[in-house]
């Protein structure tokens, strides 16, 4: 499998966010895809709880990967996601999920055990809202786990790119900063428990991903 990201691609057209998705969500499986899925789901994975007859969320579900794992560990799941089409893709393994946004979740305060964040919040650069609105949803002591794609891309010049209709297309995205999110969590009143940086596995001391699992 392949890296989704390039070093620069000069003959993709740039999409935003919502844009591109609405562009791949039919060819978007609903598994890991690509190298750095594959990392990022095993990261995630390992630091997932129990999660049987736990209310879980998963924010910024896509095409439904992690509801589809959380079901299987016997947890009360549900998805929400921005994209329309990755929705309709995700109620494939769910019927619970719905259209929302990462920042004004349509969730009762402190009623959700588990917040999963997969690749979502270098959609938008309202960081801090976001985390807010995950720590305003869980309950005293519940645990959010988010990844993103390492800062240090930015700096790398990597563009995420895919291909549909014959032509390829990159995602405009935002490039947190590690001590942005760093102080995000914190304003959130989110006690960082675990701070991974996997690096890619074919070039030691290059960070591919930023994975955190934080407490309220």
């Given at each position: 499998?392949?890296w989704?990201?390039?070093r620069?691609?000069?003959d993709?057209?740039?999409?935003?966010?919502q844009?591109?998705?609405?562009?791949?969500?039919?060819?978007?499986?609903?598994?890991?895809?690509?190298?750095?899925?594959?990392?990022?789901?095993?990261?995630v994975?390992?630091?997932?709880?129990?999660?049987?007859?736990?209310?879980?969320?998963?924010?910024?579900?896509?095409s439904?990967?992690?509801l589809?794992?959380?079901?299987?560990?016997?947890a009360?799941a549900?998805?929400i996601?921005?994209?329309?089409?990755m929705?309709?893709?995700?109620?494939?393994v769910t019927?619970?999920?719905?259209?929302?946004?990462?920042?004004?979740?349509?969730?009762?305060?402190?009623?959700?055990?588990?917040?999963?964040?997969?690749?979502?919040?270098?959609d938008?650069?309202?960081?801090?809202?976001?985390?807010?609105?995950t720590?305003?949803?869980?309950r005293?002591?519940?645990?959010?786990?988010y990844?993103v794609?390492h800062?240090?891309?930015?700096?790398?010049?990597?563009?995420?790119?895919?291909?549909?209709?014959?032509?390829?297309w990159?995602?405009?995205g935002v490039?947190?900063s590690?001590?942005?999110?760093?102080?995000?969590?914190?304003a959130?009143?989110?006690?960082?428990?675990?701070?991974?940086?996997?690096?890619?596995?074919?070039?030691?001391?290059?960070?591919?991903?930023?994975?955190?699992?934080a407490r309220?």
């Amino acid at each position: 499998m392949m890296w989704p990201f390039r070093r620069r691609a000069p003959d993709a057209e740039r999409l935003a966010p919502q844009a591109a998705y609405a562009l791949w969500a039919h060819d978007y499986p609903p598994q890991p895809h690509n190298r750095l899925m594959e990392m990022e789901q095993r990261e995630v994975l390992a630091l997932m709880p129990d999660v049987r007859g736990l209310a879980v969320l998963d924010a910024g579900c896509g095409s439904g990967r992690y509801l589809r794992e959380l079901q299987a560990r016997g947890a009360r799941a549900v998805g929400i996601d921005l994209a329309p089409a990755m929705i309709a893709r995700a109620r494939a393994v769910t019927s619970r999920v719905a259209r929302a946004d990462l920042r004004a979740l349509p969730v009762a305060s402190g009623s959700i055990d588990l917040v999963i964040c997969a690749l979502a919040l270098g959609d938008f650069a309202e960081l801090d809202l976001a985390l807010a609105e995950t720590a305003r949803v869980l309950r005293r002591g519940g645990v959010t786990i988010y990844s993103v794609v390492h800062p240090a891309g930015e700096a790398a010049g990597w563009t995420r790119t895919f291909e549909s209709a014959g032509r390829r297309w990159a995602v405009d995205g935002v490039w947190h900063s590690l001590p942005r999110h760093r102080q995000a969590c914190a304003a959130a009143g989110l006690a960082i428990e675990k701070w991974n940086e996997p690096e890619l596995e074919d070039a030691p001391g290059r960070r591919a991903l930023l994975v955190v699992r934080a407490r309220r």
